[in-house]
């Protein structure tokens, strides 16, 4: 089998990497720190403070505010329990979720956490109350990372998971899934009070 190699996520690492560099240069030219530090950040005594201290707080860190990463084509990682993205005019009422899930695309639709993926028409309360509803960050990732979206999924699917509301306001507005001719897909605001039986929900078993 012909291996191809991927240019776009090779640039990424590469851009990543000289801005992580940049970063480094010029904390250490702040401190007026030269290269000898390295040195020290090698052997033993180096190492045990670069990973108590600084690696493992970043990564601690990342894990409680990280939105996304990357698997493979078909898999991402999505942390339900970060906090979305929400306008300055604007509150979380409900965000329903926590922890990492799996996000995948398999050839017979979108599964979360090994759950596929249902949309619901009609019976919109007996989803609300016994399924496991999809918050904002899943729909962001999915936004991001749009291949994932099955062919299939229609216009104006709801994720009913977040639920915000403007200051000064007493209605709550949720996302829904919308797509444009050439725009892909994209989050739009839509009323959770105000749905109707044809409207689109997404949710998982429990």
Known sequence: MKYSLNWSAVGRLIALFIDLCTIIRTTFKELNIRTDILEWVTSEDGKKYLVDCCLAPLGKEFLRVGKVQVVDANT???NLGCIPTVSSDSTIELHVGEGWVEVQRRH???YVDGK???LCEGSIKKVITEKRLLNANVL???CAHSHLIPGDWPKGVYFLGTRYRVRGENSDYVHYLDRGSESGWYPE?????GLHPNDVIA???P
């Open 76 to 78: 991402i990682l999505v």
């Open 108 to 110: 017979d639709g979108l």
């Open 116 to 118: 596929k993926v249902e």
């Open 140 to 142: 962001h990732a999915l």
């Open 189 to 193: 605001w839509g009323d959770p009070d």
């Open 203 to 205: 949710y998982t078993e």
